[in-house]
């Protein structure tokens, strides 16, 4: 019996993180994109992640990556540079497996030791009974806002939910100097 391994991905993953993008694109509501991105974007994408100290993490089980989890800057001013926003998506056949729930915990882990204080969580169709709704719950994230009818995707409207998690003792201590976000602040 092989077990899943959480790993940092690579670009030698993109081609099945495309296809399982695409497929959350296609038939989900997760995504507010209506047309999934090409490979090359999604590398593009990664690139910039990548490069800029984020966390971006593959499940993998037999060598096969069954889904992928990334955190990115929440919004582009210097003021939020200690938020990030987690992304997690699972290949269709590997949903209902807990493959979520270990990558989220890896990306909690990894944006805590990275130094960032809250990860926001912005979940389209974010109804109370959604998948991504109940993960985020059970890994300790409170909701923090609705907004109602903001999406509309396959023919209906859609409500994002907004929740979030602190970390390093979120706003209740000054920064630290040596986290990521204030050395790519710095400069340093």
Not at 41 to 63: H, I, S
Not at 69 to 78: K, Q
Not at 175 to 185: C, I, N, T, V, Y
Request: glycine content about 12%; aromatic content about 10%; proline content about 6%.
């Amino acid at each position: 019996m092989c077990t899943i391994v959480i790993r940092p991905a690579t670009s030698a993953d993109l081609d099945t993180i495309t296809e399982i993008y695409a497929d959350a694109v296609t038939h989900g509501t997760a995504s507010y994109e209506l047309e999934p991105p090409g490979r090359a974007e999604m590398g593009t994408r990664f690139a910039a992640l990548t490069a800029g100290g984020f966390p971006y993490l593959v499940a993998e089980k037999d060598g096969a990556v069954l889904g992928y989890a990334y955190a990115g800057a929440f919004r582009p001013r210097p003021a939020y540079r200690f938020i990030v926003e987690d992304s997690v998506y699972v290949a269709p056949e590997a949903k209902g497996q807990g493959v979520g729930l270990m990558l989220m915990r890896s990306l909690i882990a990894a944006a805590e030791a990275a130094g960032f204080r809250q990860i926001v969580a912005v979940i389209g169709d974010g109804h109370p009974g959604s998948a991504s709704v109940k993960l985020h719950e059970k890994l300790g994230f409170r909701h923090s806002g609705r907004l109602e009818g903001s999406g509309y995707k396959h023919g209906r409207w859609l409500d994002t939910v907004f929740m979030q998690l602190s970390l390093n003792g979120g706003a209740s201590m000054p920064p630290d100097p040596a986290s990521l976000p204030e050395r790519r602040f710095r400069g340093a």
